[in-house]
T-cell receptor, first 116, second 117 residues
């Protein structure tokens, strides 16, 4: 079974530039998550999709971050314009809905962003 | 609000010794608890979870965790550490669906495990 795919693995940009990250979840997984992991901290949820609908985007900085999941499969996370504090690893995860939400999340390898 | 705390930034053990990585949680109701491991420049890998039932949960790579409801803890353990266990470990709690919860995973800040030969 193929895992969660993410690209690019690494990206370096200047502040105020834009960047986009792509994620393809495990086939059949209806729920997709984007997490931000700043160095020395645990991952923080940015946005959660169920199929192509947003379930939770309460911690997404909507003035600069956007995400979409057209057709309920792969997803794109965009940052525009980037700030220095956006330097982090952006992790995509997916899960298969199980009763009571007991299933684990499967993570991709992440996209490391450095903003100079 | 649900939360998870990992009180130790780093745990150092000698190879062959038992290891414990601590985790405490705060949730309303019964928790769904998870442990993940992260190797350098890699994503998070699932180790084990507690949903219900036996308080001692066994997972991947010889790890186990003990759920203690009275102490609201879910410590990760291994009887004999390996150098290859050196990594960053995250404890997490998952929202139960309903009452405005969406099932997201909430992580602790992580504990670096260093196993020395």
């Amino acid at each position: 079974e193929a895992g969660v795919a993410q690209s690019p693995r690494y990206k370096i940009i200047e502040k105020r530039q834009s960047v986009a990250f792509w994620c393809n979840p495990i086939s059949g997984h209806a729920t997709l998550y984007w997490y931000q992991q700043i160095l020395g901290q645990g991952p923080k949820l940015l946005i959660q999709f169920q199929n192509n609908g947003v379930v939770d985007d309460s911690q997404l900085p909507k003035d600069r971050f956007s995400a979409e999941r057209l057709k309920g499969v792969d997803s794109t996370l965009k940052i525009q314009p980037a700030k220095l504090e956006d330097s982090a690893v952006y992790l995509c995860a997916s899960s298969f809905p199980r009763g009571g939400n007991t299933g684990e999340l499967f993570f991709g390898e992440g996209s490391r962003l450095t903003v100079l | 609000a649900q939360s998870v705390a990992q009180p130790e930034d780093q745990v150092n053990v000698a190879e062959g010794n038992p290891l414990t990585v601590k985790c405490t949680y705060s949730v309303s109701g019964n928790p769904y608890l998870f442990w993940y491991v992260q190797y350098p420049n890699r994503g998070l890998q699932f180790l084990l979870k507690y949903i219900t039932g036996d308080n001692l949960v066994k997972g991947s790579y010889g790890f186990e965790a003990e759920f203690n409801k009275s102490q609201t803890s879910f410590h990760l353990k291994k009887p004999s550490a390996l150098v290859s266990d050196s990594a960053l470990y995250f404890c997490a709690v998952r929202d139960r669906l309903g009452s405005g919860n969406t099932g997201k995973l909430i992580f602790g800040q992580g504990t670096t495990l260093q196993v020395k030969p």
